[in-house]
């Protein structure tokens, strides 16, 4: 099947395009229509059906970039991320998560799980006993983040799938960081991917959606469910979504070489203490890395020396902006200590190894020689401050 397949590239421009056979015009025709004729009981156009002609038309697109036989869009990533959820675990039945995962993931976990009688555990780390000895009776589902955030640990999809299919369970991953360009966990034996397309699919920091790529059997168990849930997505979004992702090899494909531009120059540096990138070789899950990405991402964090002030660094960056989010084609950071990690309190933080000086990096598509000048001229200022305080 993958030998077959176009390149990712020509799925990119082409896959799931709806023609334009009245005027012949060169992109999909966008149909805002939520009414439609009655065809039979099994096709009933609607948009919470996700049945559109532009929602199945970028469906298919989803679908081909992660090497599966069927997709969904969503009204966000943490739509998809649910509803998929809910498709595969019922009251009564318990999930293994992996203890690093988005924290809106989590967030719907403990919130909301409780309230609907589905139990859940988080492993202590990423390896195979981590995962194995939460496993119960009732264990329905293992889900997992790779890489993940903001530390760019690494689990291993292979290892993952072949204890999932020993237990019968079903596995799902937030491919979000990765994106299809980098990783297709489906290759390994995962069963149901999961994206938030506000991320690197969209790409452009203007969109926010959600995708789900897998087996046409398992799409149809998330279709019932989130037709019911009603978490689709606008076809105007649906159709600039098809815009982004015509570009989204070429972006990542930059992003990827920026990030990783950025992560061996920060390594050289003096007030830089440690950089998490998985595409660095003194990254400790560089081989896994290399073993099932195709590149390593735009993502990457570093930690400043204790001396240095991380938020003195961030406002003296003039091109690179602060961002809560990510994937955009501009370079951003932010302090998961201050932001998406904040809640956990200091403790927990530094449990999982995310220092206050911490700080993630989101490549952009920028000139590399531009963002390392930028780079440069926030760690002399940084490095003048130091000295100043301690002259005074
Ligand atoms: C942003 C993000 C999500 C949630 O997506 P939304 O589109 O914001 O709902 C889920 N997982 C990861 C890894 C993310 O970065």
């Known amino acids: 099947m993958k030998s077959k397949s176009p390149g990712i590239n020509t799925i990119c421009t082409h896959t799931g395009q709806l023609m334009d056979e009245q005027h012949k015009g060169s992109v999909s025709p966008l149909y805002m229509g939520t009414s439609y004729a009655y065809e039979n009981v099994e096709i009933k156009r609607y948009p919470r059906y996700f049945n559109t002609p532009n929602q199945e038309g970028l469906s298919k697109k989803i679908a081909a970039l992660e090497h599966c036989e069927a997709g969904l869009i969503f009204g966000s990533g943490m739509a998809a991320i649910s509803h998929s959820l809910l498709a595969f675990l019922s009251k009564g039945d318990h999930v293994v998560l992996q203890k690093t995962i988005y924290g809106g993931s989590y967030n719907l976990v403990v919130e909301e799980f409780p309230k609907l009688g589905i139990a859940f555990d988080f492993t202590d780390g990423f390896s195979e006993k981590d995962f194995s000895e939460k496993i119960r009776e009732n264990t329905k589902v293992i889900y997992i983040e790779t890489p993940s955030n903001p530390l760019m640990q690494i689990t291993d999809l292979e290892m993952i799938a072949e204890l999932a299919k020993r237990h019968g369970l079903v596995t799902m991953i937030d491919n979000t960081f990765a994106s299809p360009v980098n990783q297709n966990p489906a290759d390994f034996g995962i069963d149901v991917i999961l994206h938030s397309a506000t991320k690197y699919m969209g790409g452009h920091s203007d969109i926010c959606a959600g995708a789900v790529a897998a087996s046409e059997e398992n799409i149809a168990k998330i279709w019932e469910v989130s037709k019911n849930l009603g978490g689709s997505l ?52 560089y081989a896994l890395a290399k073993k099932q990405m195709r590149g390593y991402s735009g993502m990457l964090s570093f930690e400043l020396v204790d001396s240095a002030d991380p938020n003195e660094f961030m ?57 390392l000048a930028d780079l440069e001229q926030a760690l002399a200022a940084v490095s003048k401050e130091q000295v100043q305080n301690y002259t005074v």
């Open 315 to 371: 406002q003296s960056l003039k091109l690179i902006k602060q961002s809560m989010s990510l994937a955009g084609v501009e370079t951003t950071v932010v302090s998961p200590a201050k932001t998406s990690h904040a809640l956990l309190g200091p403790e927990e933080r530094l449990r999982q190894g995310i220092s206050d000086n911490l700080i993630r990096l989101s490549a952009g598509i920028e000139n590399k020689a531009d963002l």
């Open 234 to 285: 606008s076809d105007y979004t649906v159709w600039l979504l098809e815009r982004s992702l015509k570009t989204m090899g070429l972006r990542v494909k930059a992003q990827n070489s920026n990030a990783k531009r950025i992560a061996r120059w920060l390594e050289k540096q003096e007030l830089v203490k440690k950089v998490y990138y998985p595409g660095l070789k003194s990254h400790p899950d």
